[in-house]
Nanobody
Framework: QVQLVESGGGLVQPGGSLRLSCVASGNIFSINAMAWYRQAPGKQRELVADMPRVGSGSTNYANSVKGRFTISSDNAKNTVYLQMNSLKPEDTAVYYC??????????????WGQGTQVTVSS
């Protein structure tokens, strides 16, 4: 099992910045990929950024956040970050940390944090 705890959300003005943190615990050596998702009211959860192969340095971003958001990790702290700059009102959502584990037969197991609210408003 993997446990994920997010922090760092809050209220910020348009153009501002926030850094989200996600601390992983439990069977962290089994994690293959890490990601940040978000869900705005009335909308489906969407992928914001991911590290599809932990340790490879590879990252992907949704088009809507490219150039503004950066996903990174600190292995010594078992923590993944999402640095969010130039925030816009449309970035308002609950942000979720996600970890993926590939099991026997390539079955994918998803683990989720509890979410942290990000509100961008003047």
């Amino acid at each position: 099992q993997v446990q994920l705890v997010e922090s760092g959300g809050g209220l910020v003005q348009p153009g501002g910045s926030l850094r989200l943190s996600c601390v992983a615990s439990g069977n962290i050596f089994s994690i293959n990929a890490m990601a940040w998702y978000r869900q705005a009211p009335g909308k489906q959860r969407e992928l914001v950024a991911d590290m599809p192969r932990v340790g490879s340095g590879s990252t992907n971003y949704a088009n809507s956040v490219k150039g503004r958001f950066t996903i990174s990790s600190d292995n010594a702290k078992n923590t993944v970050y999402l640095q969010m700059n130039s925030l816009k009102p449309e970035d308002t959502a609950v942000y979720y940390c996600n970890a993926k584990r590939v099991g026997v037969g390539l079955q994918i197991y998803n683990y989720w944090g509890q979410g942290t609210q990000v509100t961008v408003s003047s």
